[in-house]
């Protein structure tokens, strides 16, 4: 067994603290992670506190983890000791639905095993990055560049990939006005990638205090929503919305903002 020190939340109510647990052996298609860094997403905070279905106690969060390879299993094929490795929100599936054989294993039908929280083809509950390692099937593990900040990659695998999919699935690019509501974890990733496709990107923001960040991460328009005149403004005039706000909100004001035929993406 490989044991691993990690930060866990031992009930809904209590804090996070120091736990030391056993992963499983590397087994012949796993690897093993030495965990640099993991993100810190709100989906862990809404998991430990039971907010969508009961969770699984002692609960180790974390969900955008990069780290070293230290380990191989004896059939892996696309990993060696000493690569740059990460991991996102799951860590298997049932590998046999067209989803999964389409390499959607997301959309799994059988549901896919998160990385935390939830219970592994063994029966054993899955932990996630907040830990020093994590042992996984190397079909859940990605390459990571060593060209890159291993500590800005990993909001890649959750926060990054929640608003890449989206973008791409819709095409958005060179001559499209896009508009992204919301400025936290989602949307300065949702801004980036906006830009770096060559769209015009406009956030929209309740917060006037937000323009800087917005403008730093390279958005070319700003508008505050609580303002009727820079709302009026900007009528019709989108080709997308993305919309990253998880609270709750009427987004008939927002449609309008539409062209026609635009469309309003929720992440
Ligand atoms: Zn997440
Ligand atoms: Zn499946």
């Not at 070293?68 to 990460?86: M, P, Q």
């Given at each position: 067994m490989v044991q691993t020190k990690a930060y866990a939340a031992q009930s809904p109510t209590t804090d996070l603290a120091h736990w030391d647990f056993e992963r499983r052996e590397v087994g012949p298609n796993d690897v093993q992670i030495n965990i640099a860094y993991c993100g810190v997403c709100h989906s862990d905070l809404h998991q430990i506190k039971n907010d969508w279905f009961p969770g699984i106690f002692p609960m180790v969060p974390g969900h955008e983890i990069v780290g070293?390879?230290?380990?191989?299993?004896?059939?892996?094929?696309?990993?060696?000791?000493?690569?740059?490795?990460?991991v996102g929100c799951m860590v298997d599936s049932c590998r046999t639905c067209d989803n999964c054989k389409e390499g959607l294993e997301q959309y799994c039908e059988k549901g896919n095993i998160g990385t935390y929280n939830a219970?592994?083809?063994?029966?054993?509950?899955?932990?996630?990055?907040?830990?020093?390692?994590?042992v996984v099937h190397e079909d859940f593990a990605l390459h990571i560049s060593d060209k890159l900040?291993?500590?800005?990659?990993?909001?890649?695998?959750?926060?990054?990939?929640?608003?890449?999919?989206?973008?791409?699935?819709?095409k958005v690019g060179k001559g499209h006005k896009l508009a992204v509501l919301g400025l936290g974890g989602l949307g300065h990733m949702a801004v980036k990638f906006g830009v770096a496709f060559g769209a015009e990107v406009t956030v929209l923001s309740t917060s006037a205090s937000?323009?800087?960040?917005?403008?730093?991460?390279?958005?070319?328009?700003?508008?505050?929503?609580?303002?009727?005149?820079?709302?009026?403004?900007v009528k019709n005039s989108f080709d997308f919305i993305l919309d990253t706000v998880s609270a709750e909100h009427d987004m008939n004001m927002y449609l309008s903002l539409l062209k026609t035929n635009g469309v309003h993406i929720c992440v």
């Open positions: 070293t390879i230290i380990k191989v299993g004896a059939d892996v094929k696309k990993f060696s000791e000493g690569d740059l490795a990460g219970k592994g083809k063994d029966g054993v509950p899955t932990y996630g990055g907040y830990s020093n390692n994590i900040s291993l500590s800005a990659v990993a909001p890649l695998l959750c926060a990054g990939i929640t608003t890449y999919s989206p973008l791409k699935h819709w937000k323009e800087e960040a917005a403008n730093a991460l390279g958005a070319h328009h700003f508008v505050v929503t609580k303002d009727a005149a820079q709302v009026a403004a």
